[in-house]
């Protein structure tokens, strides 16, 4: 079953701005993460967010975490062509649940 | 970070047939999954592999259709049953290592193609 609901599910930008994905859940979480999948290819994983975290950064790279909201976003900044991806959250209740992704393309 | 190894990385079966995949890490974990990612979809977890034991399925899923190996910490198969082109998807295999809050890590995937 799903449980991360993430928006948008698709999202077009051009080289150099920013791009900001969503994520929110419905229960109780031990941890966050977020990952990207290149067309075609397996996960690669980005950032893990703890539920007592409430901002991460990786590079250009930022997740916040909101548990009261039970959310999260991923702030890509500076996007490059090559972050064009689909992006999943994926919420770990002892088992990791994926949302639906945010499929992100970066225009050059 | 845990490399994980699938093969085969891609295949295209015959209806009816069974195609067992295998999953390998080159350090010890604590957990193994298999998911399932139809296409243009998200990825759905079908089972927890358990060392030594029976796997733990999630709704939906059953042991007969996808029986699951886990010989040791490192190791694991999922074998499709009696394929069918429903079953078209990429199967990917995932595992955490010791310790609290640890990131779950994926390998390639499998990409299965059923005619």
């Known amino acids: 079953s799903q449980q991360g609901e993430e928006d948008p599910q698709a999202l077009s930008i051009q080289e150099g701005e920013n791009a900001t994905m969503n994520c929110s859940y419905k229960?109780?979480?031990?941890?966050l993460q977020w990952y990207r999948q290149n067309s075609g290819r397996g996960l690669v994983h980005l950032i893990l967010?703890?539920?007592?975290?409430r901002e991460k950064h990786s590079g250009r790279l930022r997740v916040t975490l909101d548990t009261s909201k039970k959310s999260s976003s991923l702030l890509i900044t500076a996007s490059r062509a090559a972050d064009t991806a689909s992006y999943f959250c994926a919420t770990d209740e002892g088992k990791l649940i994926f949302g639906q992704g945010t499929t992100l393309q970066v225009k050059p | 970070s845990a490399v994980i190894s699938q093969k085969p990385s891609r295949d295209i079966c015959q209806r009816g047939t069974s195609l067992t995949i295998q999953c390998q890490v080159d350090?010890?974990?604590?957990?193994m999954f298999w998911y399932r990612q139809q296409p243009g979809q998200s990825l759905t977890l079908i089972a927890t592999a358990n060392q030594g034991s029976e796997a733990t399925y999630e709704s939906g899923f059953v042991i007969d259709k996808f029986p699951i190996s886990r010989p040791n910490l490192t190791f694991s198969t999922l074998t499709v049953s009696n394929m069918s082109p429903e079953d078209s998807s990429i199967y990917l295999c995932?595992?955490?290592?010791?310790?609290?809050?640890?990131?779950?890590?994926f390998g390639d995937g499998t990409r299965l193609s059923i005619l």
């Open positions: 967010i703890r539920s007592n975290e």
């Open positions: 350090s010890q974990v604590t957990m």
């Open positions: 995932s595992a955490i290592g010791q310790g609290l809050n640890q990131p779950q890590h």
């Open positions: 229960t109780s979480i031990n941890n």
